[in-house]
């Protein structure tokens, strides 16, 4: 059976790799979109895609587009990724998701009212490493399941005008970065009880640096850290009863992860070999959807609720989006 096809909204930085890693991998990219056609067009012969679309509009009214990535700035995922199920076209959103969870609700519920599927690109939760880490965890192998660590830091560029330091397109360490040990955290421990954060901000108003600690039943914590200044260690690590396990830089891309018993003895090594970047296995997931298949991980609602862990984090740490005030 043919593969579906898929439409490539925007043309950044983000959007080539994830067309690389398709195109390598035997998906069928089918055409790009830009706001700019002199972009799709460069963007669509640089990757050999068939069709290049001078709008967003264009791109996902194209039948040969089945199922459309969305790769702009978080601030208009929910626009972009509204655009393409009001096309009747399955979803795959770029993390952060959207900027708020009331985003988040909409996109979902206008996913489920159109029968169409839509997923958060967190490419994570579907490498081969966080499959076996996860099966591990749920096995009992670490005994009682008591912290999770975890940091995401990065030297990203410090212009104020760039999306990262704009608070008009959703910038800040915590939705660009944050969300990926976040995300962890809820795989690991579910969903918390109590948040707690603190922040430094930049001088345009968004977080240049945020720690998070997530409280569970039981004392049970994981311990976050996140910023955009700075390039750190990148690692995550479950500490239970038994054993604890490691994940190696860079813990959120195809890497090693070592399970240890409670002396410090290796018990088992992860290293799975991945082709590519690894975007592939999300694709694969959201494909698997659209033929029917039940999510192995992060189902949509597991997304809007993690939008409201990043929802509170912000109100502690003060920074604030142009939604927030339609609250
Ligand atoms: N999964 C990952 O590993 C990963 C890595 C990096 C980023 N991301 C996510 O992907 C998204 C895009 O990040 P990126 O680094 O690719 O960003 P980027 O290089 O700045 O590209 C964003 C693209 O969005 C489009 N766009 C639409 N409206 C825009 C506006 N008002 N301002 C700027 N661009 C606008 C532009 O494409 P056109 O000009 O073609 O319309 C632009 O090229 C973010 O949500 C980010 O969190 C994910």
Same mark, same amino acid.
């Given at each position: 059976?043919? !593969?579906?096809?898929?439409? %490539?909204?925007?043309?950044?930085?983000?959007?080539?790799?994830?067309?690389?890693?398709?195109?390598?991998?035997?998906?069928?990219?089918?055409?790009?979109?830009?706001?700019?056609?002199?972009?799709?067009?460069?963007?669509?012969?640089?990757?050999?895609? =068939?069709?290049?679309?001078?709008?967003?509009?264009?791109?996902?009214? @194209?039948?040969?587009?089945? %199922?459309?990535?969305?790769?702009? =700035?978080?601030?208009?995922?929910?626009?972009?990724?509204?655009?393409? %199920?009001?096309?009747?076209?399955?979803?795959?959103?770029?993390?952060?998701?959207?900027?708020?969870?009331?985003?988040?609700?909409?996109?979902?519920?206008?996913?489920?009212?159109?029968?169409?599927?839509?997923?958060?690109?967190?490419?994570?939760?579907?490498?081969?490493?966080?499959? !076996?880490?996860?099966?591990?965890?749920?096995?009992?192998?670490?005994?009682?399941?008591?912290?999770?660590?975890?940091?995401?830091?990065?030297?990203?560029?410090?212009?104020?005008?760039?999306?990262?330091?704009?608070?008009?397109?959703?910038?800040?360490?915590?939705?660009?970065?944050?969300?990926?040990?976040?995300?962890?955290?809820?795989?690991?421990?579910?969903?918390?009880?109590?948040?707690?954060?603190?922040?430094?901000?930049?001088?345009?108003?968004? @977080?240049?640096?945020?720690?998070?600690?997530?409280?569970?039943?039981?004392?049970?914590?994981?311990?976050?850290?996140?910023?955009?200044?700075?390039?750190? =260690?990148?690692?995550?690590?479950?500490?239970?009863?038994?054993?604890?396990?490691?994940?190696?830089?860079?813990?959120?891309?195809?890497?090693?992860?070592?399970?240890? @018993?409670?002396?410090?003895?290796?018990?088992? !090594?992860?290293?799975?070999?991945?082709?590519?970047?690894?975007?592939?296995?999300?694709?694969?997931?959201?494909?698997?959807?659209?033929?029917?298949?039940? =999510?192995?991980?992060?189902?949509?609602?597991?997304?809007?609720?993690?939008?409201?862990?990043?929802?509170?984090?912000?109100?502690?740490?003060?920074?604030?989006?142009?939604? @927030?005030?339609?609250?």
């Amino acid at each position: 059976m043919a !593969r579906p096809g898929w439409g %490539i909204l925007a043309t950044g930085g983000i959007a080539h790799a994830f067309a690389r890693d398709l195109i390598a991998e035997g998906f069928t990219v089918a055409a790009v979109g830009s706001r700019r056609l002199e972009a799709a067009r460069s963007f669509a012969a640089e990757h050999g895609i =068939p069709t290049a679309h001078g709008s967003y509009e264009e791109l996902v009214a @194209d039948p040969a587009v089945e %199922i459309v990535y969305v790769a702009t =700035p978080h601030s208009h995922h929910a626009e972009s990724a509204l655009l393409a %199920i009001a096309a009747g076209k399955h979803v795959l959103v770029e993390k952060a998701f959207t900027l708020t969870q009331r985003d988040a609700r909409r996109v979902a519920d206008a996913a489920a009212e159109a029968g169409v599927v839509v997923m958060e690109a967190m490419w994570t939760r579907f490498l081969p490493h966080m499959i !076996r880490v996860r099966e591990l965890v749920r096995s009992g192998a670490l005994g009682e399941v008591r912290t999770v660590l975890a940091d995401h830091t990065q030297s990203l560029p410090l212009d104020p005008a760039h999306r990262l330091q704009n608070p008009e397109l959703g910038g800040g360490a915590l939705l660009d970065l944050g969300i990926y040990p976040v995300s962890f955290a809820v795989d690991v421990l579910g969903l918390p009880q109590g948040i707690r954060a603190h922040a430094a901000l930049t001088a345009t108003g968004v @977080d240049r640096q945020t720690a998070m600690i997530l409280d569970y039943a039981d004392g049970r914590q994981a311990v976050l850290h996140t910023a955009l200044d700075t390039a750190g =260690p990148n690692r995550a690590a479950v500490i239970g009863t038994r054993g604890y396990l490691e994940i190696e830089r860079t813990f959120y891309a195809p890497t090693v992860a070592t399970l240890f @018993d409670e002396r410090g003895e290796v018990v088992e !090594r992860i290293a799975p070999v991945v082709a590519q970047r690894g975007m592939q296995f999300q694709a694969a997931e959201l494909e698997a959807r659209v033929a029917g298949a039940e =999510p192995t991980s992060l189902p949509i609602e597991e997304t809007v609720a993690i939008m409201g862990v990043l929802d509170e984090v912000r109100r502690q740490i003060g920074v604030r989006y142009a939604p @927030d005030d339609d609250a």
